[in-house]
């Protein structure tokens, strides 16, 4: 079966046609503007492939959030108060349908990032485990004993307010409009970009934006190994890209935790704390994870 995976970032959307996550067919990445013209473009993607010859057969959105992703529910596919500008109350699950008449099946973009991590990649044969993204926000979501938490809502760990000295919180406030110093409000790229004028891929590697971005996210990373006891934490998106992130983020896990973790492998942060083992493919492949699974076609 092929289907088609689209990874609906905030700031742009990577569209796939595959078999699986060894058979990817064709790819294309296209900005993300306004809920029209941006589902427009997917359309005409799409449409392109399948007047080649491409029997695609489903579509599978792994969207930006908050989003409505119970499958049951009138507003399923519905965006919620999101940051993004225009983007509220848009459902571009409904809207690709009718732009390209075919099936879409939809869940947020880490749980999505996830689940196919979890059947395919750094998560794989592990029942407990954490997916966060880094990007022009940050989210989370998280596998206990196999089965996606929050449902049928899902997690905001990009949310969760990190300890901060009251120098640093006197230089910056905060980008996140609802909670100003949240995780997404000082270690995303939309963060970084407003506090220092720079996007974060223009930045040095000894810039001082990196410690406070490894800081944040280790507060986060601590967090979830207290609360969830999670098997491996897999932190992904645009950000992480920065080589030199990664060691940071581990070495103030270690500080922080100072020898007390709940499980075993959080003892040894190199293989604990992980980038995606399916790359930037992630969301992308969670997307036709979602379309094989509602067909009765998935690899897991």
Partial sequence: MIVAGIDAGGTSWKLIAAKGPGGVLARATIPTTTPEETVAAAADWLGKLR????????????SFGPVDRNRKSRTYGLIGKTPKPGWRGANPLRMLEEATGLPCTLDTDVNAALLAEAAWGAGKELSDVVYI?????????????????????????????????????????????????????????????????????????????????ADALAQLCVSIAYLLAPQRIILGGG????????????????????????????????????????GGDAGALGAVYLALETN?????
Wanted: charged share 20%; aromatic share 6%.
């Fill in 239 to 278: 950000v992480m890209k920065r080589a030199i992130l990664m060691d940071m983020i581990r070495a103030q896990f270690v500080e922080r935790t100072n020898g007390y973790t709940v499980r075993a492998e959080a003892d040894h942060a190199d293989t604990y704390i992980v980038t995606p083992g399916l």
């Fill in 133 to 213: 993204t880094v990007g022009a926000g940050v989210g989370g979501a998280a596998m206990v004993a196999g089965n996606l938490v929050g449902a049928p809502g899902h997690t905001e760990f990009g949310h969760i307010n990190p300890a901060r000295t009251d120098r640093d919180r006197e230089a910056f406030a905060g980008s996140c409009p609802y909670h100003r110093d949240c995780v997404e409000g000082l270690a995303s790229a939309t963060a970084i970009a407003a506090r220092w004028g720079d996007a974060s891929h223009l930045l040095p590697d000894d810039h001082e934006a990196w410690p406070l971005v």
């Fill in 296 to 300: 009765g076609d998935s690899a897991r």
């Fill in 51 to 62: 007047g080649e010859g491409c029997s695609i057969e489903t579509i599978g959105l792994a």
